[in-house]
T-cell receptor, first 114, second 112 residues
């Protein structure tokens, strides 16, 4: 199936630092999504991007849909301890069968030291 | 808020047992999915369903089956559990209109 390359695999940062992570694909996607998974819970949607070049913010989070439609990045500014978790990128459509099927990256494990 | 509820947070089963993992969503979503999550491997799709009684294989369907008799419920079945099926299992549903998935809290299954 389709593959997403998400990097970095893990990050250890100090509280207050900014964070950047990204996903790349060999395939084009119509939608890019970013999820966060808290320990022991299911992933929760943070940001959805629907158009190439789109830049969207949600509080301290900013994400962009790459112009080529093959990549996306997520930035977190001024990190706080509750930002700890696993962040997943996901791409949706147009190829690979159903429009509603998501392809996920392997995740970025974020640790924030107070 | 949409809720996706997985019946068990933790399960311990013996090798060879038949295991049922249940998932229920309360927002009339047509599309439901089962993933397993393993360290370093991310989320891998096992099966999905677009409608009642319809199912399609995902990327790793071997050793699993599913049942969707009612729209709100999507069950994952391990016909004969094996130790390599020890994992976190996540259920998700979506309206299918580009709003992404809503996930359940997961079931951590240990097969001994």
């Amino acid at each position: 199936g389709q593959q997403l390359n998400q990097s970095p695999q893990s990050m250890f940062i100090q509280e207050g630092e900014d964070v950047s992570m990204n996903c790349t694909s060999s395939s084009i996607f119509n939608t890019w999504l970013w999820y966060k998974q808290d320990p022991g819970e299911g992933p929760v949607l943070l940001i959805a991007l629907y158009k190439a070049g789109e830049l969207t913010s949600n509080g301290r989070l900013t994400a962009q849909f790459g112009i080529t439609r093959k990549d996306s990045f997520l930035n977190i500014s001024a990190s706080i301890p509750s930002d700890v978790g696993i962040y997943f990128c996901a791409g949706q459509g147009p190829s690979g069968g159903s429009n509603y099927k998501l392809t996920f990256g392997k995740g970025t494990l974020l640790t924030v030291n107070p | 808020d949409v809720k996706v509820t997985q019946s068990s947070r933790y399960l311990v089963k013996r090798t060879g047992e038949k295991v049922f993992l249940e998932c229920v969503q309360d927002m009339d979503h047509e599309n439901m999915f089962w993933y397993r999550q393993d360290p370093g491997l991310g989320l891998r799709l096992i099966y999905f369903s677009y409608d009642v009684k319809m199912k399609e294989k995902g990327d790793i369907p071997e050793g699993y089956s599913v049942s969707r008799e009612k729209k709100e419920r999507f069950s994952l079945i391990l016909e004969s559990a094996s130790t390599n099926q020890t994992s976190m299992y996540l259920c998700a549903s979506t309206m299918g209109d580009l709003y992404g998935y809503t996930f359940g809290s997961g079931t951590r299954l240990t097969v001994v």
